[in-house]
Nanobody, 110 residues
């Protein structure tokens, strides 16, 4: 499956962004990861084929992962963004051993 992320950009602290990951075919589980400069890639959120979700502690209550099966697309709604959320965000499907998208840059800065 091929994955294409979109929706990244520059946002002020406290702002919101919605990332999209569009797949070329049916996806089951998917994960959103992020990698900040000089840091390891980390799992931010994941969603299963039946819609069960899990989040990293650092984003709980601020980020929401969801899916639109008709569009083969998974979203990551990011609210109350902080400078430490700055990273390149990647989707991966099927989770945990599938393909990576190309990444989309999210920068949180005033």
């Amino acid at each position: 499956v091929q994955l294409v992320e979109s929706g990244g950009g520059l946002v002020q602290p406290g702002g919101s962004l919605r990332l999209s990951c569009a797949a070329s075919g049916t996806i089951l589980s998917m994960g959103w990861y992020r990698q900040a400069p000089g840091k390891q890639r980390e799992l931010v959120a994941r969603i299963t084929s039946i819609g069960s979700t899990n989040y990293a502690d650092s984003v709980k209550g601020r980020f929401t992962i969801s899916r639109d099966n008709a569009k083969n697309t998974v979203y990551l709604q990011m609210n109350s963004l902080k400078p430490e959320d700055t990273a390149v965000y990647y989707c991966k499907a099927p989770w945990p051993n599938g393909s990576w998208g190309q990444g989309t840059q999210v920068t949180v800065s005033s």
